[in-house]
């Protein structure tokens, strides 16, 4: 069954390591379900909901749409951690602006980075040569994202051991399906021959993607969409595009496309190559998934939606 989900809250951006409350009066006890879940983002939450099925209520602090590199917690951020009996965010910096956030409240909640148990081997830098800063869109190899639905598994069994084996096998039918997912992208991708397999996005986001799917991307920005973007960088992207004859690049629905048109315009000027804009419906999701009920509103439905938008346009 779905999880009962709480109206969504729209704000965005966390902490690397998770915390267990041991002071300051500690999280509220849990005495039965349903477990009080606040998520971070919209992609932790979907792996929150399906792994607690109706033993849970879910609140999404990061809406549809929402960056969650860029996003200032509200003033109800804190309250709402706190009367959570468990709290779920991606980690490895994804959510770095409610840092203070988390920070105020610690001794006050249950935390958990889901991304905790991907082994370091298996994470990307941040920039090259980083060993302490790692990309942290770790949901676009969805075999990555298996991991994720372990942790949530494990938490919440640890707090409502009566619901355990529900979370086992709401846990293991979701891992199977995140199985069949990961060899349905993978054929999806096989129908583009892998020298046309060039993703150009708004930031990097899909680094973990193109390692997974064999992509070779470029992101305008880096991993975070805070850093900034010059004319040296701009002029570098158009002239990647230009030499190489890139027929696409994408926009993505939670960061804006301006850079990326810029960009476009120069190598139209310098190259004289026209290069599409994929955007509107066919935008990629990256960092948030799309409204409920649309077809991006479920992870499984956000990786489907990216794989078609991006083989389609790159074969043409």
């Known amino acids: 069954m779905l999880p009962r989900i709480l109206g969504s809250v729209t704000i965005a951006a966390t902490v690397v390591v998770g915390f267990v409350g041991c002071s300051g009066g500690g999280p509220p006890k849990f005495e039965g379900p349903p477990v009080r879940v ?21 609140q999404t602090l990061m809406g549809p749409g929402v960056d969650p590199h860029r996003y200032l917690p509200s003033a109800g951020d804190r309250g709402r951690l706190e009367a959570a009996h468990l709290v779920f965010f991606n980690g490895l910096h994804l959510e770095g602006k409610m840092t203070d956030t988390f920070e105020k409240s610690r001794g006050r909640i249950r ?13 990307r830098p941040a920039e090259p040569g980083s060993e302490t800063q790692f990309d942290p869109h770790v949901w676009f190899d969805v075999k990555l994202w298996a991991s994720a639905v372990g942790c949530v598994r494990d938490e919440l069994a640890a707090l409502d051991p009566a619901g355990a084996e529900t ?15 990961d060899a349905e992208v993978r054929t999806i991708a096989d129908r583009l021959p ?4 060039v993703l150009v996005t708004s930031h990097d986001a899909f680094g973990y993607f193109g390692r997974a799917y064999w992509f070779e991307v470029r992101g305008l920005q880096g991993v975070s969409t805070a850093s900034e973007t010059g004319t040296p960088d701009r002029q ?14 994408f926009t993505e629905t939670s960061v804006p496309s301006e850079g990326l048109r810029a960009v476009l315009d120069t190598c ?4 004289k190559h026209e290069v599409r804009l994929v955007g509107g419906d066919d935008a990629l999701y990256s ?16 990786i489907r939606h990216n794989i078609v938008v991006i083989v389609d346009a790159l074969s043409k």
Request: glycine residues 12%; contains cysteine; positive net charge.
């Open 287 to 302: 960092d948030a998934l799309g409204e409920p009920g649309t077809p991006g509103g479920t992870y499984a439905g956000m």
């Open 194 to 197: 892998k020298a046309r397999r």
């Open 236 to 249: 570098q992207l158009a002239d990647f595009l230009g030499r190489n004859k890139i027929p696409a690049v």
């Open 268 to 271: 139209r000027k310098d190259w």
């Open 38 to 58: 606040v998520c971070t983002t919209t992609i932790v939450a979907d792996a929150v909901g399906r792994v607690g099925g109706d033993r849970v209520t879910v």
């Open 111 to 123: 935390g958990f980075p889901v991304a905790r148990d991907i082994p370091v081997a298996s994470l």
């Open 167 to 181: 979370y086992r096998a709401n846990a293991a039918a979701y891992l199977a399906e995140l199985a069949a997912l």
